[in-house]
């Protein structure tokens, strides 16, 4: 056992502990090592208890060889290189160290290691606060990484590491990077604050994103880029500029039951020729499109709520194509949908409840299906271009499975929404359910980028201008069980 030393000054290393040993090592100052503070090696355990290692020339604490030590409360502050450094095979538990105001990582793994940190401070180092490369499979739960110059944490090549209910916040670029064929499970954590995108996902990586927290950085919430064929599922993204999540080159992601709300910029960016899922997401609140979708993306999307925009609800333009099935909009300030450039998508069963500027807005080279959506809508069902080749038709069918869902999101409506009344029609005298305007307290936006706005509609201009043989029809009439839903969703 070593207790209460000092070593300091011109040693190769401060400590080391190798051949299969397992002493103890309690509360020891190593200052200004020419090597490292700490090394463990060699089929070497140990036990490392309240020691400070300080001003190392390589790294604060080295492992390599086989070794599986103990760290607790060690204090690894302003070495030369990183802080802790794991190479080979080795394991470990380090837990509530302070690893800080290093010139490179606080922590860097390479190889076969797997170590569990939990309950460490992480903070203030000059390259990344954690990085990970090859095969590691370390476990992250618990620790706080704030203020790192680099990437909070970095996951690079095949490592697939765990990370559970970790605080990354405040960094000074990414808070979680993914990238090149990086895998693992991410859940529970809170990435926020982070200068540039909270969280980028890059490369072939695979990584799955559950049950986090991700709002608050104003260069984006989460990126998904290159061919990353990620999961995101059970998300939070909240209150991220120019998007809460954006998709884009060729990727392909998984991203299913997320609430993402209350963005400066766009919900969901869809761009370049991602595909991928979009499916029974909550999109609220947005300065911008809740969704938009262009260049040659392809994506489906099914189920999903796209509410309370200040723009239009979803925004599809440039090639893009993606079957859109199935989803609701409500409250959102310009056109429900604008299909525009030479965007070629399928809309069908779709629902919209809207006190905007209309429902379904389709450009003059728009293409695609518009078909057996219900568009209630407090100016204009349709507006379709006399020169588009879009096929639509105007037949309703039940989407009883959007219903619920629409129900819910009322509550994350803060725009206030139109009421409901019983009309007769006057050509047939039957009855049916109506929108009854209340007048918003200030003019709304125009539609975003080029969709075509009401206001340039003359008083004696037909609403509904279509291609030969397309019917569109002002008003749909709704089926019993529809009536009462939208009784319901509408309410006061």
């Known amino acids: 056992m070593a207790v209460d030393n000092e070593v ?8 080391q502990c190798g051949e299969q040993s ?7 100052r190593i200052f200004d090592s020419e090597g490292s503070g700490i090394v463990v090696h060699d089929d070497a355990r140990g036990s490392f208890f309240g020691n400070e290692v300080r001003g190392a020339q390589m790294a604060g604490v080295g492992l390599r060889d086989r070794t599986a030590p103990l760290f607790v409360g060690n204090l690894v502050v302003g070495g030369a290189q990183s802080g802790v450094v794991m190479v080979g095979s080795c394991a470990g538990v380090f837990c509530g160290n302070t690893i800080t105001g290093n010139q490179s990582c606080g922590v860097g793994l390479k190889g076969s290691v797997s170590p569990l940190f939990q309950g460490n401070t992480i903070t203030a180092n000059e390259g990344h606060g954690v990085w990970m490369q090859d095969s590691v499979t370390a476990t992250f739960q618990e620790n706080t990484l704030e203020r790192n110059k680099l990437a909070g944490v970095s996951v690079n090549n095949s490592a697939n590491p765990i990370l559970r209910k970790n605080l990354i916040k405040h960094g000074l670029q990414v808070g979680l990077l993914l990238q090149d064929e990086a895998g693992g499970t991410y859940v529970g954590n809170e990435i926020s604050h982070n200068v540039s995108a909270n969280v980028a996902v890059l490369g072939c990586s695979r990584g799955v994103l559950s049950e986090n ?11 998904v ?9 059970n998300n939070r993204l909240a209150g991220n500029g120019r998007a809460n999540l954006a998709v884009l080159d060729d990727s392909r992601p998984h991203v299913a039951n997320n609430t993402i709300v209350n963005g400066d910029g766009r919900g969901i960016v869809v761009s370049g020729t991602a595909r991928g899922k979009l499916l029974n997401n909550l999109v609220a609140n947005h300065s911008m499109a809740g969704l938009y979708v262009g260049g040659d993306a392809n994506p489906h999307v099914e189920g999903n709520v796209i509410c309370n925009s200040e723009r239009s609800g979803l925004v599809i333009e440039d090639r893009a194509k993606g079957r859109f099935v199935g989803n609701g909009f409500a409250g959102n300030a310009c056109a429900a949908v604008a299909i525009q450039g030479k965007a070629a998508p399928t809309l069908t069963e779709n629902v919209i409840v809207h006190e905007g500027r209309g429902g379904v807005w ?4 728009a293409q695609g299906v518009v078909e057996h959506n219900y568009v209630e809508d407090a100016l204009l069902a349709y507006r379709v271009s006399a020169l588009v080749k879009t096929r639509v038709c105007t037949r309703v069918t039940e989407a009883r499975k959007l219903l619920p869902r629409l129900e819910a999101a009322k509550a994350n409506v803060s725009r206030p929404m139109a009421g409901m009344m019983m009309v007769r029609d006057e050509g047939s005298g039957e009855q049916r359910l109506a929108v009854q305007v209340r007048p918003p307290e200030q003019a709304w936006e125009q539609p975003e980028e080029s969709a075509p706005s009401a206001d340039n509609v003359a008083p004696d201009e037909p609403v509904h201008t279509v291609a030969p043989k397309a019917k569109v029809s002002p008003r749909l009439r709704l089926k019993a069980p529809m009536q009462n839903m939208y009784r319901r969703l509408l309410r006061a």
Do not use: P, W, Y
């Open 8 to 15: 300091r000054g011109k040693h190769t290393n401060g400590l």
């Open 22 to 28: 397992d002493a103890t090592f309690r509360n020891n």
């Open 362 to 365: 389709l450009g003059e080279q």
């Open 213 to 223: 927290i991700i709002e608050g950085s104003a260069s984006g919430g989460l990126l």
């Open 225 to 233: 880029r290159g061919s990353s064929m990620c999961t995101i599922v």
